[in-house]
């Protein structure tokens, strides 16, 4: 083992997946540590990293160190596992891209919590159907766009040429996420955007990924997470 303890709540794929599905791929050992120790030892442990403690989970402790925020992480990963291309150009190109992932998720979440994130979605049902429906009409192909430009703008099958990384991972991520909760208006995009769908399939091929989509430790996407499916947010 690595000697990695990733920390994140036991029963959502959430921000932490997008960790995960790295350290899949790449074949890395790692704990899932919530699921073997609970929240209330993730939440003491987050404690004991002060005066730079983690602000939420997802983090990763390494060597007695903590490195929260997703984008981070897999800066950190990609740096230490050849996740990323080493030349500066590339490296901070990957990182940006992964920033705007961030920014992608946390669009995505607020579409069905437009209004308090800590109130149950039930209460706020006609503020996320407007939500939605700019964020069908308008944000996602905004993102979509940019992130298929991603997808052609070096040589190679991958984002950052002829070998995958962390952003490619993530990719997947952000496609499976949106077939998920919004199945209708991905199936009206899909043609749009084929550097983005052969991205997606070429990441769940990779064996580290493959195998890990068929075990258990892959949670299935839920209501509780970022990407959520209520039909009535969806449409073509």
Known sequence: MSGYRL???????????????????GGIAYEDSARVHGVEAMLADMAAHAPFAPFAPPYLVAEGRA???VADILLYLGDR??????????RYGLHQLQL??????????????????MAYYEEQKPEAARAAAQFR???IPKFLDHFEAATRAV??????GGRWSYVDTSLFQVVAGLRY??????????????????????????????AYLASERRLPFSEEGIFRHYPELDGD
């Open 7 to 25: 920390w994140y709540w036991p029963t959502l794929q959430g921000r932490g997946e997008f960790v995960r599905l790295a350290l899949e791929a």
């Open 67 to 69: 490195v929260a925020q």
């Open 81 to 90: 596992h050849g996740l990323a291309p080493g030349d500066d150009a590339m």
């Open 100 to 117: 705007t992932v961030a920014d992608f998720v946390a669009e995505a979440h607020n579409v069905h919590h437009p209004v308090a994130a």
């Open 137 to 139: 009409d308008e944000r």
């Open 155 to 160: 040589a190679g099958e991958w984002v950052a």
């Open 181 to 210: 909760a919004f199945p209708r208006r991905m199936a009206t995009l899909a043609p749009h955007y084929p550097g983005l769908v052969a991205l997606h399939d070429r990441v769940a091929a990779l064996p580290g990924v493959t």
